[in-house]
C-alpha cells in the first residue's frame, strides 16, 4: 500500500468510528453532532471559516517561523558560549516550566489582543523542542570530524557551516516536526483567552451559543490546518535533508 493512501484510510476510519460511536449510542446532536451535519455546517458557513482559518494560520506560520529562529540562535549560543550555559539552560527550562495558560493572561495584558499576543504565545511553545533538539545535534557532531577538521586549519565558522550543521539538521528536523504539531496550542489558546478573530474565538462564540456543529466544524478545519502543516513540513524536511533518512537506518 502507498503511504500516501494511509492518512486518506485513517481519516475514513476515523469517519467511520465517529459515525459508528454518534449511531450506537444515540448521541444527542448538541453533545456529539454526526459527521455529515459537521460538513453540512462547514459548507454552510465556509467564507466565515475561511476566514477565521487565515487568522489562524498566520498566527501558526509566524510563531513558527520566529520560534525556529530564536531556537536555532540559543542552541548556537549554548556550543559556542560556554561560560553563557550555566545561566541560559534555566531559562531554556523555565519556557517550559510555566503552563502556557498561565503566561496566556500576562501576554495578553502586555501585547494586547491582537496577533502579536497569540504569536508571541506560539513562539514559547514550539521554542523549546527546537532548542533543544538542535543543540543535541549540534554538540554531538562526530569528534574525529571536528578533529579532523581541526588539523587541517579550518576556521570555527567553515567548521560550523560544513560539519556540525550539517550533522545537526537531522535532529533539527525532529524539533520542527514537533513543533509544527504544538504550534496550534499557542494560537488557539491566545485566541480563547482575548481576540476577536479566528478558529479558536469562533470555538468560543459557537460554544456560548450551543452551535455545537459549528464548533465541531472549526476544530476540523484546525486539524486539518495542522496536519497539512505537518505533511508539507515533513515533505520539505525530506527534500532538503536526503541524508536523514540513511541516518536513521
Same mark, same amino acid.
Given at each position: 500500500?502507498?503511504?500516501?493512501?494511509?492518512?486518506?484510510?485513517?481519516?475514513?476510519?476515523?469517519?467511520?468510528?465517529?459515525?459508528?460511536?454518534? *449511531?450506537?449510542?444515540? !448521541?444527542?446532536?448538541?453533545?456529539?453532532? @454526526?459527521?455529515?451535519?459537521?460538513?453540512?455546517?462547514? /459548507?454552510? @458557513?465556509?467564507?466565515?471559516?475561511?476566514?477565521?482559518?487565515?487568522? %489562524?494560520?498566520?498566527?501558526? /506560520?509566524?510563531?513558527?517561523?520566529?520560534?525556529?529562529?530564536?531556537?536555532? +540562535?540559543?542552541?548556537?549560543?549554548?556550543?559556542?558560549?560556554?561560560?553563557?550555559?550555566?545561566?541560559?539552560?534555566?531559562?531554556?527550562?523555565? %519556557?517550559? *516550566?510555566?503552563? !502556557?495558560?498561565?503566561?496566556?493572561?500576562?501576554?495578553?495584558?502586555?501585547?494586547? #489582543?491582537?496577533?502579536?499576543?497569540? !504569536?508571541?504565545?506560539?513562539?514559547?511553545?514550539?521554542?523549546?523542542?527546537?532548542? %533543544?533538539?538542535? #543543540?543535541?545535534?549540534?554538540?554531538?557532531?562526530?569528534?574525529?570530524? +571536528?578533529?579532523?577538521?581541526?588539523?587541517?586549519?579550518?576556521?570555527?565558522?567553515?567548521?560550523?557551516?560544513?560539519?556540525?550543521?550539517?550533522?545537526? +539538521?537531522?535532529? +533539527?528536523?525532529?524539533?520542527?516536526?514537533?513543533?509544527?504539531?504544538?504550534?496550534?496550542?499557542? *494560537?488557539?489558546?491566545?485566541?480563547?483567552?482575548?481576540?476577536?478573530?479566528?478558529?479558536?474565538?469562533?470555538?468560543?462564540?459557537?460554544?456560548?451559543?450551543?452551535?455545537?456543529?459549528?464548533?465541531?466544524?472549526?476544530? %476540523?478545519?484546525?486539524?486539518?490546518?495542522?496536519?497539512?502543516?505537518?505533511?508539507?513540513? @515533513?515533505?520539505?524536511?525530506?527534500?532538503?535533508?536526503?541524508?536523514?533518512?540513511?541516518?536513521?537506518?
Amino acid at each position: 500500500m502507498k503511504d500516501s493512501l494511509k492518512p486518506l484510510l485513517v481519516f475514513v476510519g476515523l469517519l467511520l468510528f465517529w459515525q459508528g460511536v454518534v *449511531a450506537i449510542f444515540d !448521541v444527542p446532536s448538541y453533545i456529539v453532532p @454526526d459527521p455529515m451535519s459537521v460538513f453540512d455546517r462547514m /459548507v454552510r @458557513d465556509a467564507p466565515l471559516l475561511w476566514e477565521y482559518t487565515l487568522v %489562524t494560520l498566520a498566527e501558526m /506560520v509566524m510563531g513558527l517561523v520566529l520560534g525556529v529562529v530564536f531556537g536555532v +540562535l540559543m542552541a548556537l549560543v549554548l556550543v559556542y558560549f560556554t561560560g553563557l550555559r550555566p545561566w541560559l539552560l534555566p531559562l531554556l527550562l523555565i %519556557t517550559q *516550566a510555566i503552563p !502556557v495558560f498561565a503566561l496566556a493572561p500576562v501576554l495578553m495584558l502586555w501585547f494586547g #489582543y491582537g496577533m502579536a499576543s497569540k !504569536v508571541i504565545m506560539t513562539v514559547l511553545i514550539i521554542f523549546f523542542p527546537v532548542a %533543544t533538539c538542535c #543543540y543535541d545535534g549540534l554538540r554531538h557532531t562526530h569528534q574525529g570530524w +571536528l578533529d579532523l577538521a581541526h588539523t587541517m586549519g579550518a576556521k570555527p565558522w567553515a567548521m560550523l557551516r560544513m560539519i556540525r550543521w550539517p550533522g545537526a +539538521l537531522p535532529a +533539527l528536523a525532529s524539533g520542527l516536526r514537533v513543533a509544527v504539531v504544538v504550534a496550534p496550542i499557542g *494560537a488557539v489558546v491566545g485566541e480563547w483567552v482575548g481576540s476577536s478573530a479566528g478558529l479558536g474565538y469562533l470555538m468560543l462564540q459557537a460554544n456560548a451559543r450551543l452551535w455545537v456543529d459549528l464548533m465541531f466544524a472549526a476544530l %476540523t478545519v484546525l486539524a486539518f490546518c495542522s496536519v497539512g502543516l505537518y505533511y508539507l513540513t @515533513d515533505y520539505l524536511l525530506r527534500r532538503l535533508i536526503p541524508w536523514q533518512s540513511k541516518t536513521a537506518h
